[in-house]
């Protein structure tokens, strides 16, 4: 099986999305099950959302985060295999989805689609809110799409929601 190419443009999409791999099922195709991945999706929203007093030097986050960001944006796409730094390491178990870690996701991410700003200063890169949200958009369905689902969704996609993939 390949990776899914996923393109959320909201929230409610990525929300829908991890429903859809919840309660259908899903075959794995990385690392990480559902909740490890809600759970990292959580972190990483929480980063821009509550801030750090840990950031990147002023030269690092303008020349070579914010272009790659910024690229990232760009093309709907992120690449795989960097590595996940230590704190954004899921402590969610493999093993059997855990409920609490998605619907902590789930509730972060309403609290990301809801953020008008301005945020918090972000540790790795300026961005503005709208740049922010559609990064995380795009982090959510590079990750999501290493999940395959076991059942085609009744209705069709959502709305903020566009797929790339043929039949699983």
Known sequence: ??????????ADAVIAEIR????GGYTKLGKWNLAQMCDHLRQTLRMGLD????????VVRTLVTGPIFRR????????????????LV???????????AIDACIATLQEARDASGPLPKHPVADLTVDQWKQLN??????HLGFLIPH???VAEAPSGIETASGPP
């Open 1 to 10: 099986m390949q990776h899914r190419s996923l393109d959320f443009r909201d």
């Open 20 to 23: 859809h791999l919840q309660h």
């Open 51 to 58: 801030g750090s007093d840990r950031r990147l030097p002023w």
């Open 72 to 87: 990232v944006i760009k093309t709907r796409r992120m690449k795989s295999g960097i590595p996940v730094p230590k704190e």
């Open 90 to 100: 899921p402590t969610s178990p493999d093993g059997p989805d855990d409920p609490a």
């Open 137 to 142: 958009w795009i982090h959510c369905a590079h």
């Open 151 to 153: 059942a085609q969704p």
